[in-house]
Nanobody
Framework: QVQLVESGGGLVQAGGSLRLSCAASGRTFSRHYMGWFRQAPGKEREFVSAISWSGGSTAYTDSVKGRFTISRDNAKNTVYLQMNSLKPEDTAVYYC????????????????WGQGTQVTVSS
């Protein structure tokens, strides 16, 4: 079992930055793929980014490439999402996810989800 707790959300002006953190419980964190999804009001939950076990490989949805950076610290059981040059369309609840075998864009295939953290970007 893996429990995920996100933090770091908040209100920021367009062009600003935020760093989300996701703290994971369990001794097998380093053997889980980790990622982030987001859901804006009235929209489907969408893939944002994912990272491999070691952190050596990452993936991003096109709309955040060059602005967001995912990283992980296996010693701290934590995954991060650095978000720069934020836009109003980035406003959403951001969810941390984990899975032993999958790290793609299909939300149905992730076993573990956090409770979400709100990010609001004002124009």
């Amino acid at each position: 079992q893996v429990q995920l707790v996100e933090s770091g959300g908040g209100l920021v002006q367009a062009g600003g930055s935020l760093r989300l953190s996701c703290a994971a419980s369990g001794r097998t964190f380093s053997r889980h793929y980790m990622g982030w999804f987001r859901q804006a009001p009235g929209k489907e939950r969408e893939f944002v980014s994912a990272i491999s076990w070691s952190g050596g490989s990452t993936a991003y949805t096109d709309s955040v490439k060059g602005r967001f950076t995912i990283s992980r610290d296996n010693a701290k059981n934590t995954v991060y999402l650095q978000m720069n040059s934020l836009k109003p369309e980035d406003t959403a609840v951001y969810y941390c996810v984990a899975d032993r075998r999958y790290w793609g864009p299909d939300k149905q295939l992730y076993d573990y989800w956090g409770q979400g953290t709100q990010v609001t970007v004002s124009s």
